[in-house]
Each structure stands twice: as C-alpha cells, then as structure tokens.
C-alpha cells in the first residue's frame, strides 16, 4: 500500500467529474492512501460570476485541514493567490502551498509519498530536482506526470507559460501518462517513460442506463429520435456551426444539449442553435442522473472539431456513452480511431454526420453487445491496474508505501526520544569500549523495540550484524530500512563502495547471496547482489556456485528482456534496467567463459544481439547510455568470436553492424565532456581494431588470430596496454576459450 498526493486541476465536487477524481478514487480503491489536492488555478481568473464563487469558496474552505471523504481518502483546498503564476506572486504561493503540503503530509502520516499530478505547473509550485537515484525530491519518493490533454491549447491560458512548464516537468519526472497517442508522440521526447492510456468511463455507473424505465421530467416532453450530447458546451472543441446546420436540414430529430455553457469559453456563443425548435439545452446535470438521461437517448452525440487541441484529446463521453448501451456518432479524431468497431467515425461536416446519425437510428450501426464489450474493456478499474503495474515495474511504488503504525509510534514517543537517545548510544559506545559488545547489542535491540524505525538504531545495528556475519538480520534491517524510511544508503555502500564489504571472499559471497534472495528489496539491488556474488564465486572457481548465480541471473535478465520498459528508461546509472540487464549479460558471460561454456556463451551473445536489435540507446538516460557501452560491447563482440570459430560471416556481418551501432553512440557530441571512470571509447576504439581484423573474407590468418586473442582479452581486461602485456596474459585466458578454439590453437594455462 502506496501513499500517493495527487495534485489535480479541478475541484473534487465539480458536477462534471473527470480524470483526475475518478483517478484518486480509483487509487483509493486500489488499496492505497490519497491526497487529492484541489486545483491550483492554472489560468487569471476571470471578473464574472462564475470564477467570483469559485474564488469565495476557496476562501472558505484554505484555512481547513484536509476533509476525509472515504477512510484513507482526502480532499484538501491548498491556500494560493488565484493568478499568481508568475514573478513575486508565484514565489509567495510556492512558499505557502510547499510549506502548508508538508504541514499536510505530517499530519496524515504521509512518509515519501508518490506524487500524481495533472498540473503542468507543479515544477513551479514544488522542488522536482532529480536525484542521484530514481526519486525527484525530498518530499517525493517519485514523481508522475498524466497529461489528459493538450491544456495550453485551451482558450484564456498562459500558453507559452504551461507549454515551458510542462516540457520541464516531463524531463523532471519519472514517468508521463498520456491519454492519446499524439500526447504521447509529443512528450516522448521529453521523458522515454511515457505511456499511452486512453481515457476510459465508470462503467457500473452508466450501466444503469440499461435499466432506467422511466425518463426525467424535462426529456419525456421531447419528441423522439433525441439525440444526446453530454458536456461542457465550448466552441474550441466542439463544431457548433456544424451542429446548428445539421438541426437545421433535420426538423425532424431532437437535439438534446446537456451541460453548461462556455465554462472554458467564455466567447463561445449558442444563440443560433439554440433559436431552432429542435434543439434543447437542458443545462448542468446531476452526475447521478446522467444515466437515466442517456437511458432515453436513440443516438449520443460527439461533434468535435479537428484542430489541435482535439488532435491531442480523448473524450471522456465516449466510453460512458458506450456503457449506456448507446449509439455512438462522433468526429473522427486520432485518438477515437482505434475504437472505431464500436461507434460510426466521420468528419465534421453536417452531411457525414447526417448518414453516420441514419444509420445509427436504424439500428446498422456496431450491435449493442459489442458496443457494451468494448465498454467493459475499458474502465477506471482496469487503466488503473494497468498504470499501477507500470509504476511496480519501475520500482516506484515500494519506496511510496509508509510504516505508519510506526509513525504513529514515533510521534507518541518524540518527546522521549530526544531525551534519552543521546544518553542511550553513549552507553551502547561505552559497552563496546569495555569489550561487552553483546551487552551493547542487545540495548540496541531494546531501543529498536521501544523506538520503531529509529534511523540511528539502524546505523548502529547494520554494520555491526555483518561484521558479526548475521545476514539475514542484517537483511531484514535493511528492508525495514527501505520499506518504512525509504533509505538504501547501507545497500549502495555494500555494493558499490568495496572497502566496506567483508574481507573474506566466502563472506561476500553468503552476504550477497542473502541480499540477492530478497524479495522486499528493489529490483537494481537484489540484481546487483547477484552480480556481485557471480563475480566473487568466479573468484572462488566454486562451479556449484556459478551455476547457480547462472540461474538467477538469468531469471533478471528474462525478466528484464520481457519489459518494454527496460528499453525507454529515463532512470540513472545504476538504477536504470537497460544498463541492469545489460550488467547480467556481462557477468554472466565472464561466468559462462569462466566454466569454458561455449554453447552458453553462443546463446547469450544472440540475445544480446536480439535486445539491441529493440533498443535505442538514445531513448535511454543520457549517461547511462554512455556508461553502459563498455560491457554492451563486450557482449556483442563474444559473436564475433563464435563467428570466427565456426566461420559463420552472417552472424560476423550481423555482430559487427551491432558494435558499430555502440561505437557511434559512445563517440556522439553529447558524450564529449563525459566524467567517468574508464576511458569507454578508448575500449571501443579497441575492440573495433580487432574486429576489423577478424573479418571471415580476409585471408591473413595470422593477422586474424592476433586480433581474436586481443578481443578474447578486452572481454576480460579493461585495456591491452602493450604487446608485451598482452604475450604475458595470454596464456591465463586462452583456457576459458577452450571451446572456441581447436587443438592447434589451444595453449595450456591456468585461467
């Protein structure tokens, strides 16, 4: 169960309920904790009525502490200045709505909660700075972007303004919903994690249409056929003058207008069409009684324009129209198109509209029960399972979960915790100093008890339980740790900081073992453990022990293989999949070599081959896809070797073009200033020299096998510094080749 602070830009009782509260109830729904934020106000109010009673209730209500409406689900109205989007405005409001959200947050016991926010201001309201790891804030253990629509496209906003916010909010969070595919296609290349989710509708609520007997009042007076639109009535996305030329040549059918009247236009005008007998425009409707509305209707209506907002919008009205059992007559935009077995798609001009409308009315359209199957396909429910499992995959959702039981604790226990902690490790130190360490431990056992998630109980406990080799109470810590405090900082040490491991190579090995069995951890830690492992029991020469870090490494890489993710990761360094995987290559290559495994050495390199075959390595983090090319190459060029030993020019041309590909991307401009540690195009620079040489037309066999033996190297060394280091290291790697290689080339050894 995540905490998650969804930051909306509508009010949770507006009438016309849209993404945003469906989508916090749908999360609550799902077993987790919401904070559903009121809009911030995106645009300058506006001096009529409408934004005036908007603004007092506001008022009313910004003083208030957030208001339970479900248990574990909240609404609250933050305190801003309406319009104070820019200059000394803006910087007041960011510092009244960050500072009350964390007044906030504490009071709920919210600990690192998932940000969800449809605002493409929030950069500017709250510090999104990303991390060295995959969280974006301090306040946040991730971050979420779900673009609904093209908002600055919308009359009356600040378009320039959203449109710069919003391109900086892409790149700062982790990952971007979309509700259209040319939302998706845009903000693609600003964040490779974004997702494409149509909208969908509250299928059991509009299914009551199906057994609505009666009409209300005001619609039984109107003569049938009636055909419905249900909406926000505005003229930026809905081809009014299209609709009043169609009432006009067809007297004969109703035209139902349900909804208000310019709420985002204020310019939209409807005079002309609603002058014509046939046309009724009933106003605002109750949500609640939407259904049986629809339940009446013979044909429900979506006459939308073709422009560029429209171009980037998905209709929320589709899908509700299709679980009333309706059927559906609308314009045919991008995002419709995929949905076209369920309604009739035409232009907007009144004569496409005029025979789409026949032919629903005499029943030639998608029968009901499709219409309703693909209905149930496509709910609030299912997108949110579906989002939710993408954020799983990702790791964002364990680091949102909060030990609040603990907090809870905590807070009752403040007061004596500031009190008595110092005075409690200054005699854990002294009991160790006098060589009752034992004694020490056990106070720290007790503090732990009284004191839950203590972080410098942690601190004190971790190391020492892996000095004493008691890993699995070490791990346990460690996923509490992570878990209840989001922290990993005694993780990464372990792995990537090598003088605070244990010295024993049989102790790294039981340690990391420990780790890697974890299932609580995240994935780029419990991987890493394996690879650490694989490589110290490659150190032991223990074959039981590799083959069984073969396996797990494996059964990470398959999974990683399985995940369209790991191909578009925006995440850094260690913690992004692609180069993840692309490590369980590597180590599992230098395991495979290390046991003389040729079959499994070929097997491994064509799925290399395969996976970049898929990847592009500049939809990946920038850095990442630099750092990575150094083992991406030693992968790819294990088929250069089997091509060589089994003469096959295909899989040589196919390797090749694969390094090349690598080769480029390690020597474009971006990559100029890198600072790393290994000089990764030097190595490319390498290996491409050899590879050169090992071409199957070329006929110099010395000059070939001179070249495979410094390829065989580099798959091992970081660099061939000479010709003399190389004669001298030789003979220790030929005999992890010994399947690649012939009696005649094969030279004894010790690896």
Not at 434 to 439: I, L, M, Q
Request: charged share 20%.
């Amino acid at each position: 169960m995540a905490d998650i602070v969804l930051l909306s830009t509508a009010d949770w009782d507006h009438p016309l309920w849209t993404n945003k509260q469906h989508t916090a109830l749908s999360l609550h729904r799902a077993g987790h904790r919401v904070l559903y934020i009121e809009s911030l106000g995106l645009r300058p109010p506006r001096a009529d009525r409408q934004d005036r009673q908007r603004i007092l209730k506001r008022l009313r209500r910004m003083f208030r502490p957030p208001r339970q409406v479900e248990p574990g689900l909240w609404i609250w109205s933050p305190m801003v200045i309406p319009g104070g989007t820019r200059g000394v405005l803006m910087r007041i409001n960011r510092v009244l709505f960050s500072s009350a959200l964390a007044w906030v947050l504490r009071r709920l016991s919210f600990r690192s909660p998932l940000l969800w926010t449809y605002n493409p201001l929030t950069g500017r309201y709250l510090n999104l700075r990303r991390r060295a790891a995959d969280s974006t804030s301090s306040m946040f253990s991730a971050a979420v972007y779900h673009c609904v629509d093209r908002i600055h496209a919308q009359p009356g906003m600040p378009a320039t303004l959203i449109a710069d916010s919003e391109r900086q909010l892409c790149r700062t969070v982790n990952v971007v919903f979309t509700t259209s595919p040319d939302l998706q296609a845009s903000l693609m290349r600003l964040n490779a994690c974004t997702y494409h989710y149509g909208n969908v509708a509250d299928q059991v609520h509009f299914a009551a249409a199906l057994d609505a007997p009666h009409a209300p009042e005001p619609l039984a007076g109107i003569p049938k056929p009636r055909l419905m639109f249900v909406g926000a009535i505005d003229s930026y996305k809905l081809d009014l003058p299209m609709l009043t030329a169609l009432a006009r040549q067809r007297s004969e059918w109703s035209f139902v207008l349900l909804g208000p009247v310019g709420e985002a236009d204020p310019d939209t005008r409807i005079t002309a069409l609603q002058a014509l007998p046939n046309v009724h425009v009933m106003g605002l409707q109750p949500y609640a009684d939407l259904p049986a509305w629809l339940a009446h209707a013979d044909v429900a209506l979506l006459p939308l324009q073709e422009n560029t907002y429209t171009q980037h919008m998905f209709p929320m009205k589709f899908f509700e129209y299709l679980a009333a059992g309706r059927p559906v007559v609308a314009t045919r935009i991008p995002a419709l198109r995929p949905y076209a077995s369920g309604a009739l798609l035409c232009p907007p001009d009144a004569e496409a509209f005029d025979a789409a409308i026949a032919t629903a009315l005499a029943g030639d359209g998608p029968p009901l029960q499709q219409r309703l199957a693909l209905a149930a396909e496509h709910t609030y429910e299912s997108r949110t399972r579906k989002m939710l499992a993408d954020l799983q995959r990702a790791g964002l959702l364990d680091a949102a979960s909060s030990g609040r039981s603990m907090l809870r604790a905590q807070a009752r226990t403040w007061p004596l915790q500031r009190l008595l902690m110092p005075v409690l490790f200054r005699s854990v130190r002294l009991r160790n100093r006098c060589g009752r360490s034992e004694a020490g431990r056990q106070l720290l056992g007790w503090i732990d008890g009284h004191h839950p998630i203590e972080p410098q109980v942690l601190d004190a406990q971790i190391p020492r339980l892996i000095q004493k080799g008691l890993y699995a109470e070490a791990l346990t810590l460690m996923e509490r740790s992570w878990l209840e405090l989001g922290r990993t900082d005694h993780l990464y040490q372990l792995l990537f900081r090598r003088v605070t491991r244990p010295k024993p190579l049989k102790e790294q090995i039981a340690l990391f073992g420990t780790l890697g069995a974890s299932t609580r951890l995240p994935l780029s830690y419990r991987a890493y453990s394996r690879v650490v492992c694989a490589y110290r029991a490659a150190e032991a020469n223990d074959p039981a022990l590799m083959h069984a870090s073969l396996a797990a490494l494996d059964a990470v890489a398959k999974g990683l293989e399985d995940d369209p993710n790991t191909r578009l990761c925006r995440q850094e360094n260690r913690f992004n999949r692609a180069k993840l995987l692309i490590s369980c290559y590597a180590t599992t290559l230098r395991l495979q070599l290390t046991l003389a495994d040729r079959p499994g050495a070929a097997v491994l390199g064509r799925r290399a081959l395969q996976f970049c075959g898929s990847l592009d390595l500049t939809m990946i983090e920038t850095d990442t896809s630099f750092r990575l090319t150094r083992n991406l190459m030693r992968v790819l060029a294990i088929n250069v070797v089997e091509a060589w030993a089994s003469a096959d020019a295909a899989l040589y041309r196919e390797s090749r073009q694969a390094l090349q590909v690598v080769y480029d991307h390690a020597h474009r401009p971006e990559h100029d200033n890198r600072e790393v540690h290994e000089d990764h195009r030097a190595f490319a620079v390498q290996v491409m020299q050899r590879v050169a040489l090992i071409d199957p037309t070329l006929e110099n066999a010395a000059a070939m096998k001179g070249a495979v033996e410094g390829l065989m190297l580099l798959l091992f060394r970081e660099e061939i510094v000479s010709e003399a280091w190389q004669v001298e290291r030789l003979p220790r790697v030929l005999p992890c080749f010994k399947g690649f290689l012939n009696t005649q080339r094969a030279n004894p050894g010790t690896p």
